[in-house]
Structures are given as C-alpha cells and as structure tokens.
C-alpha cells in the first residue's frame, strides 16, 4: 500500500494517493482539533481521558464520552475519503486508546524535520553531509506547527519545540553561507526565514551584512531602517548591540568609489531632503558623531550644550502594556520634532527614551525647551508620564 503522506508544518493537510483532506475544507472544528491531536501524538494511543479534554475543555458537557463517540465516527466517515478497505481504517481504538492504524506506513514533515536536525549535528560525518542535512530540514519547514491552529492551547509548546529546532537550522545555514562566502544564497534564505520569524535579530544581521559585501547599499540601508523600526515601534524590543554597529561600521561607510563634486553635492542634497521637517532625527551612531562635533566647535566659540534624556513611564496605578510604550513613544517622537528647531538633533536611545541635543546660549533657554515638549505631550492623558533628565556640557 501507499503511505499516507502528513503534513504539519505550515498549512495542515493527508495525503493519500490522489486524495487529499485539507484543513481550508469546511469541517467541524471539534472534529478537525480530534484529528490534529491524534497526528500530533502519532505513534502512541491516545486515551479517551485526554482526547475529551482538549476537545471541552473548561465546557459543560453531558456525556462527554458519548460526545466523543460522535466526532470519531464523524473523523472516520471523513477520513472515507481516502477509500482504505474497512479492515484498515486509518483511524483505530484499542484498550481504551485511539490512534493511527500502525500497519499503515506514514511520512510525517515534523518528523523528518526533526530527523534531518539531529542527522545535521553528528560529528561522525563531514562538514558537507552535515551542511546537506541542514539545508534539508530547512526546506521542510515551510510554516510554524499547524500555524492556523493557535488558539489551541496544547499546540503551543510543540509549536515552540519544532519553532526552536527551526531558527537554530536558520542559523547554522546562514553563518555556513557567510563563511564560505555565498552572499547571493545567504540572502536568499533570509527573505525566507524572515517570512516565518521576522524578529530574530542575527538573521537581519547577516542579511544586512551579506548585502553590504555585493555592495548593494541601499537596500543594506533600506532594511536597517526597517528593522530599527519594527524592533522599536512594532515589538517594542532593544536592537542588539551588534545590530546597531552595522550603522556606524557598515551602512555609514563609503563605499570607496570616487566621485566627482557635483555627486557628491547631490548625494549630501539628498540626504538632507528625508529630514526636511522638524528637527533631525538620527540614529544614535549619528547623534553620537554630531555631539563629538559640537563640543570640538564649543571648545573655540564656548558656548554650551544641553544633553537632555527624555523618558516615557507607566503612572503610578496605570496596567503597563508593551503596545502603549510603542504608542507613546511615537507620540513623543512628534512631540519632540514639533517642539525643536530644524537644527537642533534627537535620537532614539531605548525602548522608552529620547537623547536630545540643544545649543543654548543660556542654561534658561534649554529649560525653556524642555517645558515645551512636556506641555505637548501632556496635552492627552494617557496613564504615562514624561521623565526629563538634562546636562549642561560646556568644553573645557
């Protein structure tokens, strides 16, 4: 007989010959959650104990095993389709267990993805062999565990298990395509990974680094400020350190091809038309670049320099939630940029925090400032509160 074909990661699916039972068809949920545990569990019976609670759990029910009964000779009728002889239904019961029939052979992905994992981490065989046994487990996953079923709570740790075994298989595969050099396949399979984990900060890293090399700068640039982005505004989350030196080390360094003036002019014009409203607003690489260069111009015209940390916290009694950080933080960003001058230079320095830079003739004139931006932004209550801290730096 043919083997029954299952496919777990990503979209949920039998295959059987030429049939197939898909989770896009219209079925009862209980009995399509029935199936998905007997094929999570596949290789073990499964008592009717457990399978009553998954399917209520937390629900009133008056006969559940009767209820049971119902959804498993529905998931039979069901699995019908595959039209197996009625001496192998796929589908069997034994001293108080259900599961797949064993005489049947089965090619699960999760399995074979897991095989392929722990193939690709034995020292018995070569570099090559294991890097083969890498890029296979990595084409398998093609999608987190039964990704449309996450509201089911026993799914979630073998989706975080297989999930896991996923991201560090990303991992050898891009630094292997980084030492050896196969920038055009790195950056394939990061566009990929990121597809299925768009927070892991190593494969930004690499995908980034990988783009420099080719010297394709603007899109090296492009994804930097887009993860900066997504890390700060969306998950409210702290670039890695060795994130943000890719600003400072890659991304702001010239590519070493000569131009003439007239490029170079229109190069610079360029840059100072993405900030053309507001005050400017950085990268802290760059703030930092730009406080060194002021206190270098202090030290001759002795004027002073306000640093100001302008900090974003929960009020006293207030739920604290990650999404409102992000949305305050955005809130300020404005408030900040509307309260400056067009010459005057912020960055963000934490989840939470803004370093500003203020030349002022007068200490006053930096509190003066300061008081405008707290004005702006408690203009709406919002359950947070503005924290200013501010230095006078004068060049000695």
């Known amino acids: 007989m043919q083997p ?3 496919t777990t990661l990503g979209e949920f699916s039998i295959t059987y010959g030429e049939k197939v039972l898909a989770e896009k068809d219209k079925r009862s949920k209980k009995m399509w959650t029935l199936l998905k545990y007997l094929t999570a569990f596949i ?9 009553i609670e998954v399917l209520w759990d937390g629900e009133d029910v008056c006969n559940p095993a009767g209820a049971l009964k119902t959804q498993l000779h529905r998931l039979r009728c069901t699995l019908d389709i595959f039209g197996l002889p009625p001496e192998t239904e796929l589908i069997v019961s034994f001293s108080g267990t259900y599961a797949f029939n064993d005489s049947l052979e089965y090619i699960v992905d999760a399995l ?3 095989k392929y994992f722990k193939q690709s981490g034995r020292t018995d065989i070569s570099e090559k062999e294991q890097f083969h046994y890498v890029k296979k487990a990595f084409e398998m996953y093609r999608g987190d565990f039964m990704k449309n079923s996450a509201d089911e709570k026993w799914i979630i740790p073998i989706r975080i ?3 896991s075994i996923y991201i560090r298989i990303v991992h050898r595969l891009i630094d292997a395509l980084y030492t050896h050099k196969q920038y055009a396949e790195l950056i394939n399979i990061c566009r990929q990974a990121l597809q299925i984990e768009r927070a892991d900060q190593k494969i930004h890293m690499l995908l980034i680094k990988a783009l420099i090399v080719i010297d394709d700068r603007d899109a ?7 993860v900066m982005d997504m890390l700060y505004n969306e998950l409210g989350v702290n670039p890695l350190p060795e994130l943000k030196e890719l600003y400072r080390e890659t991304i702001d360094r010239d590519s070493g091809s000569e131009d003439n003036i ?3 002019q229109q190069k610079l014009k ?7 409203t507001g005050a400017y607003y950085c990268e802290l690489e760059v703030f930092k670049s730009i406080y060194r260069l002021k206190m270098r111009d202090a030290e001759r015209s002795k004027q002073k320099v306000q640093i100001c940390l302008v900090t974003v916290s929960r009020a006293e009694g207030s739920e604290s939630r990650s999404k409102r950080i992000i949305s305050e933080m955005k809130r300020l960003h404005n408030c900040v940029s509307g309260s400056l001058r067009k010459s005057d230079v912020f960055a963000r320095y934490g989840l939470s925090q803004y370093v500003l830079m203020l030349p002022v003739a007068k200490e006053k004139d930096g509190e003066i400032v300061v008081k405008r931006i707290s004005n702006a932004y408690k203009k709406n209550s919002s359950g947070f509160i503005l924290d200013v801290d501010f230095k006078h730096v004068m060049a000695t």
């Open 4 to 6: 029954v074909t299952i």
């Open 43 to 51: 290789g073990r019976g499964v008592t009717q104990s457990e399978l």
């Open 112 to 114: 074979q993805f897991e």
């Open 161 to 163: 298990y297989y999930h």
């Open 220 to 226: 090296a640039r492009k994804h930097y400020k887009y």
């Open 262 to 264: 007239e490029a170079i």
């Open 270 to 276: 360029e840059d100072i038309s993405e900030t053309a």
